[in-house]
């Protein structure tokens, strides 16, 4: 009984040193994010961020990156709306598809003589 | 009164005075000399040191002396301290981007976006599939590895590269920034593999102490080595 005491009394007094050392080296911000210090790298640290930290971010993250999204979008419609103005010009001007006629002409002779 | 001794005894006494007074003995079968050369685990060395096995040295002259490890798990941001102004720095990192995409950021002295700091200026491009985009802005509180806010690193995809940095000669408080990775873009959904360069600088008011390197949301696994330049 006497020996499983000690044994006891070891284990505890190792378990309160280990915590301390550990609640020594981390620090926690308003936020909620903890940064500790890498034990076995004293001149690094590490931060883990608060799940509230976490959600915000990955909110706005979200946000930015669904704007990307559509401005890429814009950026293809506005192509996509400028080439159907061109093609709608030249189709009203009997002297722009004329042009068009012997440009695409001339394009395909060119093609067939460097097959 | 008088001490004898046996033979033994004497014999043993003596064996014990040699062997407190001999030179420590060299294994002559793991260091051989041959002309000039000098082999350590090695019987016939083929240069002037030939070592066949691991050699571990506090440093080397004329090449990378490693700074720190540090092996980040599910953390947001890493901070490597003690640096030192004057020296050439080299941040290789190797980590993939965890919970939600995520655009890096460098920072100096712990001036980060959280205390309002406007010191920093930067420039990259990237080159993404059938596209380029690029971005340069100034009076910014990081350095951002992304070519602009717009894009970031794809959850669950790596991030590489290297970030070589130190200050401007003669003046301790700003840092000189080159940069260049490869990682996998989210660019809208479409999560193209971009390689991105960049430069950016840091002016501060402060002699350069520390860097941070840090994901703009969810977090980073991996790995990540600062070596000095010698």
Same mark, same amino acid.
């Given at each position: 009984?006497?020996?499983?005491?000690?044994?006891?009394?070891?284990?505890?007094?190792?378990?309160?040193?280990?915590?301390?050392?550990?609640?020594?080296?981390?620090?926690?911000?308003?936020?909620?994010?903890?940064?500790?210090?890498?034990?076995?790298?004293?001149?690094?640290?590490?931060?883990?961020?608060?799940?509230?930290?976490?959600?915000?971010?990955?909110?706005?993250?979200?946000?930015?990156?669904?704007?990307?999204?559509?401005?890429?979008?814009?950026?293809?419609?506005?192509?996509?709306?400028?080439?159907?103005?061109?093609?709608?010009?030249?189709?009203?001007?009997?002297?722009?598809?004329?042009?068009?006629?012997?440009?695409?002409?001339?394009?395909?002779?060119?093609?067939?003589?460097?097959? | 009164?008088?001490?004898?001794?046996?033979?033994?005894?004497?014999?043993?006494?003596?064996?014990?005075?040699?062997?407190?007074?001999?030179?420590?003995?060299?294994?002559?079968?793991?260091?051989?000399?041959?002309?000039?050369?000098?082999?350590?685990?090695?019987?016939?060395?083929?240069?002037?040191?030939?070592?066949?096995?691991?050699?571990? /040295?506090?440093? +080397?002259? %004329? &090449?990378? !002396?490693?700074?720190?490890? =540090?092996?980040?798990?599910?953390? *947001?941001?890493? #901070?490597?301290?003690?640096?030192?102004?004057?020296?050439?720095?080299?941040?290789?990192?190797?980590?993939?981007?965890?919970?939600?995409?995520?655009?890096?950021?460098?920072?100096?002295?712990?001036?980060?976006?959280?205390?309002?700091?406007?010191?920093?200026?930067?420039?990259?491009?990237?080159?993404?599939?059938?596209?380029? /985009?690029?971005? +340069?802005? %100034? &009076?910014? !509180?990081?350095?951002?590895? =992304?070519?602009?806010?717009?894009? *970031?690193?794809? #959850?669950?995809?790596?991030?590489?590269?290297?970030?070589?940095?130190?200050?401007?000669?003669?003046?301790?408080?700003?840092?000189?920034?080159?940069?260049?990775?490869?990682?996998?873009?989210?660019?809208?959904?479409?999560?193209?593999?971009?390689?991105?360069?960049?430069?950016?600088?840091?002016?501060?008011?402060?002699?350069?102490?520390?860097?941070?390197?840090?994901?703009?949301?969810?977090?980073?696994?991996?790995?990540?080595?600062?070596?000095?330049?010698?």
């Amino acid at each position: 009984m006497k020996k499983y005491s000690i044994f006891l009394f070891l284990i505890t007094c190792f378990l309160m040193a280990n915590n301390t050392f550990a609640q020594s080296n981390c620090t926690t911000n308003d936020h909620g994010d903890v940064t500790c210090q890498d034990p076995k790298n004293p001149n690094v640290t590490y931060t883990t961020p608060s799940v509230s930290t976490l959600t915000s971010k990955a909110h706005i993250q979200g946000i930015t990156d669904q704007q990307t999204a559509l401005e890429q979008q814009q950026q293809t419609l506005n192509k996509q709306a400028l080439q159907e103005v061109i093609t709608n010009q030249i189709a009203s001007d009997p002297k722009l598809s004329t042009q068009q006629a012997a440009i695409t002409k001339s394009l395909n002779a060119l093609q067939s003589q460097t097959k | 009164m008088k001490l004898t001794f046996t033979k033994n005894f004497q014999c043993c006494i003596i064996g014990f005075i040699l062997f407190l007074c001999s030179p420590p003995l060299l294994n002559a079968q793991t260091i051989t000399y041959s002309g000039t050369n000098v082999g350590i685990g090695s019987t016939s060395p083929g240069q002037v040191l030939d070592v066949q096995g691991t050699v571990r /040295a506090l440093g +080397y002259e %004329n &090449s990378l !002396s490693l700074v720190a490890t =540090a092996s980040p798990s599910a953390v *947001s941001s890493i #901070t490597i301290s003690s640096l030192s102004p004057g020296t050439r720095y080299a941040l290789f990192y190797n980590l993939i981007q965890n919970t939600s995409n995520g655009y890096y950021a460098l920072n100096f002295n712990g001036d980060t976006p959280s205390t309002g700091g406007t010191n920093y200026e930067w420039s990259d491009g990237a080159f993404l599939i059938s596209t380029y /985009a690029s971005t +340069y802005l %100034n &009076s910014t !509180s990081y350095i951002n590895l =992304a070519p602009s806010t717009g894009h *970031s690193v794809t #959850t669950g995809s790596p991030i590489k590269g290297v970030i070589y940095f130190e200050t401007w000669p003669g003046n301790n408080d700003n840092i000189i920034v080159n940069f260049s990775e490869g990682y996998y873009d989210y660019n809208g959904g479409n999560n193209t593999y971009a390689a991105n360069v960049g430069s950016g600088q840091y002016t501060g008011s402060a002699s350069l102490s520390s860097v941070t390197l840090t994901t703009s949301a969810g977090t980073m696994t991996g790995t990540a080595k600062l070596y000095i330049l010698n």
